[in-house]
């Protein structure tokens, strides 16, 4: 099935192969380098695996994917029959994921608008899913645009990584680096702030600060109408006892999504990751 506004993404945003199939959302993988192999994020590299090499403290680094595999994505969506593209991507702050696909845009057959959304897993991805029900609806380039800005002002993210000293080793954790020192000997509950990951609260045990996060996501997703999708790294239960307790909680709660984080992600926060996005409908 063509679609005059075709949606593009990155491999970060972490959405369900069915629900891309079902929209017809390309994405566009990260690649995750392994001591001397560089690996695609989805098809060459499992969280598990990376989950694995983190615990042997192996070399892990990541890399944007490069304009020339985005140019190859536009072309393909262009002889599909697409007459324009939305290509929304990962947190500049976090990746030059960005910079590539703008670069590849400048030479793409079809119009390209490259969407910056601040947002990353699935804080991203329902960005995308947003922009592609748009177009699903015969919605206009502007439009798609419009409904993936509109849904990233509203969504939030936060979560909770057993230690800081991955998110250090990247350079990822921003000004959160001021409070390095003493948050290392806590448990830090994190939130993506202005594109950027930022220390929110330091609480002294796992469990305290799990318990913690679930009263910061009751009260974030209030009564409204809301999604969100529960991220994890190598702790399913956790994260599927935590996602029942929010399917109580949350009167709102209309799509609920648990899955593990690829191993870009993973790469940065390491082993028992648990994340929460709150994305208002």
Do not use: N, W
Request: glycine residues 8%; charged residues 20%.
């Amino acid at each position: 099935m063509s679609r005059h506004v075709a949606i593009v993404t990155d491999s970060t945003a972490h959405l369900p192969h069915q629900t891309m199939e079902r929209h017809g959302i390309t994405s566009v993988p990260l690649t995750v380098v392994l001591g001397d192999q560089a690996l695609e994020e989805g098809t060459e590299i499992s969280a598990r695996s990376l989950a694995l090499a983190l615990q042997k403290r192996h070399s892990v680094t990541t890399s944007r994917p490069s304009p020339e595999v985005f140019a190859a994505a536009y072309r393909a969506a262009a002889e599909a029959g697409a007459t324009a593209i939305v290509s929304l991507h990962l947190s500049a702050e976090l990746s030059g994921t960005y910079d590539a696909a703008l670069l590849a845009a400048k030479h793409a057959p079809v119009p390209v608008r490259v969407v910056d959304t601040g947002m990353v897993a699935m804080a991203l991805g329902f960005c995308a899913l947003a922009a592609a029900e748009t177009a699903d609806a015969g919605g206009s380039l502007d439009e798609a645009v419009a409904a993936a800005e509109k849904r990233a002002e509203g969504t939030s993210a936060y979560f909770y990584v057993d230690t800081l000293d991955y998110l250090r080793r990247g350079g990822r954790i921003g000004a959160a680096q001021a409070l390095l020192g003493s948050a290392l000997a806590v448990k830090p509950i994190l939130q993506l702030d202005g594109g950027r990951i930022e220390l929110l609260e330091k609480v002294r045990t796992a469990s305290k600060a799990i318990a913690r996060l679930e009263e910061i996501v009751a009260e974030r997703a209030g009564v409204g109408s809301v999604d969100i999708a529960v991220h994890h790294l190598s702790a399913p239960d956790r994260a599927e006892a935590l996602a029942e307790r929010l399917r109580e909680r949350i009167p709102g709660l209309i799509d609920l999504h648990v899955s593990e984080v690829g191993a870009v992600i993973g790469a940065h926060t390491g082993p028992g990751l648990l994340g929460v996005v709150i994305s208002p409908r």
